[in-house]
Every structure is written in structure tokens, then in C-alpha cells.
């Protein structure tokens, strides 16, 4: 079996952004906007700022209160996309219970959208190139195997299965109302879990060398973050398998800044 280092191939990309950064000499801006105190969330946009530190991107936080109006996000986001110093923008997911994100993403411009969320958009999300990045580092020929994506939210589950599909991969996506989901996983040579459930994927459910994708990140009751793959009992079944963390993660944040520089070409 093979643990597929994420941070190691992270790493890589951010060198490549980096160094095409230095080349361009000119400022690089990616605003982001936070709404509420989500510590999942927080998280997230402190590693993406790290992240822009390392490769040279300069990167601007934009704090709202839990109880903004969606007219307040939308008028912010209009604001950014007609900025003409800001290259690149993210909305923060998932927003309060009372902001639509569906509504917020309109006001996002298709040529800044890095996050790849606005129908139309130039850019491939990036948890999903960072998924197939990961297979690819092990398996770089994927045509005619068949995967099976655990999940299948527009964020993340269907723009990884679309990709899968465009890469000549027979997709099968397994959700909540799947019946007798291991009847699925256990005919796979991919298998992507991206439910959010811990330990949800079993070594009963892993075919013999299958590649195991974990883009789960879920937290224990004692403070210990795990995936959706029950990572030490799939380890011996798997051929190679994502860790949670420094798996998808840092992939995820590496494809970003590569976005965020294609903005710019």
C-alpha cells in the first residue's frame, strides 16, 4: 500500500505558482469574504492565507457578522468584482442559515470566481483537481476504471465525478438514499468519500487495491480530526489512500493559489 503524501504534491504546486509569481512582477490580489464565527471555517481561511503568504500572493480578509443581510453580502461581492486591483475573490462556504450561497455566488465575476462556483466559470473547483491530481500521482491513467464518489453535493461530490468522467472513468455517485452502498464500493478500483461522516468507509467495503480517496475532514468527540475512511483497517486493502489530514487539504489550498495565478495570465 502507498499513503499519498498531499502536502508533499501541495507543496510542488505552490513552488511552481511561486516561482510563475516572481516571473510576472506584478502584485497578485485574492480577496476573501468570511460571514459569522464558523470555526470550521476559520480554519480553512487561515490556512489560505498562509498559503497565498508562501507563494507571494497578496491576500485581503473581509469579516461580516453573522446577522448581515444577504443585500449587505451580494453588495460586498458586487463591490469586489468591479474592484479592478482585485484579482481574484472567495466566498467562504458554508454561510449562515439565513444567506443563500446559491444567490451570494451570482454576485461573484465568472473571471474572479477561483473557487470555480459560478456557472460558467473559467476555473475547475479545487478540491476536485486536487482529488484527481491525488489519483493521478499513482495511477496516471484512469480511463475505463470504475470509481465510485461517496457524496454528492455541488461543491464537492458532482465537480469530482464530472472530472472523473471527463478523464474516461466510469462514475457510479452514491448518496444518502443509495441502497447497499458496499455493493458499489466493493466493484471500484477509485473510491472518493466526500460525505462528511467519520469512519463511514470500512475495509469490508474496499475491493483489494482499490486507490481510496478521503476528502471527509470530521472531528471527534476527543478533539481527534479524522476522514470518512476508517484509515488504519483500509490501509492494508487499499493500493494507495489519502490521510486526513495533510491529504486533500492541502491540495485543495495548493489548486487555489494556482487559480488564483491563472487569474492573472
Not at 131 to 155: H, N, Q
Request: some cysteine; hydrophobic content about 45%.
Amino acid at each position: 500500500m502507498r499513503i499519498i503524501d498531499g502536502k508533499k504534491l501541495a507543496d510542488e504546486i505552490k513552488r511552481e505558482v511561486a516561482a510563475g509569481l516572481v516571473a510576472k512582477k506584478r502584485e497578485v490580489r485574492f480577496d476573501a469574504v468570511i460571514v459569522g464565527n464558523n470555526a470550521a471555517s476559520e480554519i480553512y481561511v487561515r490556512n489560505k492565507f498562509r498559503a497565498c503568504e508562501e507563494v507571494g500572493i497578496k491576500f485581503r480578509l473581509h469579516r461580516l457578522d453573522e446577522n448581515t443581510a444577504q443585500a449587505d453580502l451580494n453588495t460586498l461581492l458586487d463591490k469586489l468584482s468591479n474592484d479592478g486591483y482585485v484579482d481574484a475573490i472567495l466566498l467562504q462556504l458554508p454561510l449562515p442559515e439565513h444567506l443563500s450561497s446559491r444567490d451570494a455566488i451570482l454576485h461573484i465575476a465568472k473571471t474572479k470566481d477561483v473557487d470555480g462556483l459560478v456557472a460558467g466559470s473559467p476555473f475547475l473547483p479545487c478540491t476536485a483537481q486536487g482529488v484527481l491530481y491525488a489519483i493521478k500521482s499513482v495511477a496516471p491513467e484512469i480511463g475505463g476504471m470504475t470509481a465510485v464518489v461517496l457524496g454528492r453535493s455541488e461543491l464537492v461530490g458532482m465537480p469530482i465525478a464530472r472530472l472523473l468522467i471527463k478523464e474516461n472513468a466510469t462514475v457510479i455517485v452514491c448518496h444518502s438514499m443509495t441502497k447497499d452502498i458496499k455493493k458499489w464500493t466493493k466493484q471500484a478500483d477509485i473510491i472518493v468519500s466526500a460525505v462528511g461522516k467519520a469512519k463511514l468507509l470500512t475495509a469490508d467495503m474496499v475491493r483489494k487495491g482499490a486507490i481510496v480517496i478521503d476528502v471527509g475532514i470530521n472531528r471527534l468527540s476527543g478533539g481527534e480530526i479524522c476522514g470518512d475512511v476508517d484509515f488504519q483497517k483500509v490501509l492494508p486493502v487499499a493500493s494507495a489512500i489519502t490521510p486526513v489530514p495533510k491529504g486533500i487539504g492541502p491540495l485543495t489550498i495548493a489548486f487555489l493559489c494556482r487559480n488564483i495565478y491563472n487569474s492573472v495570465l
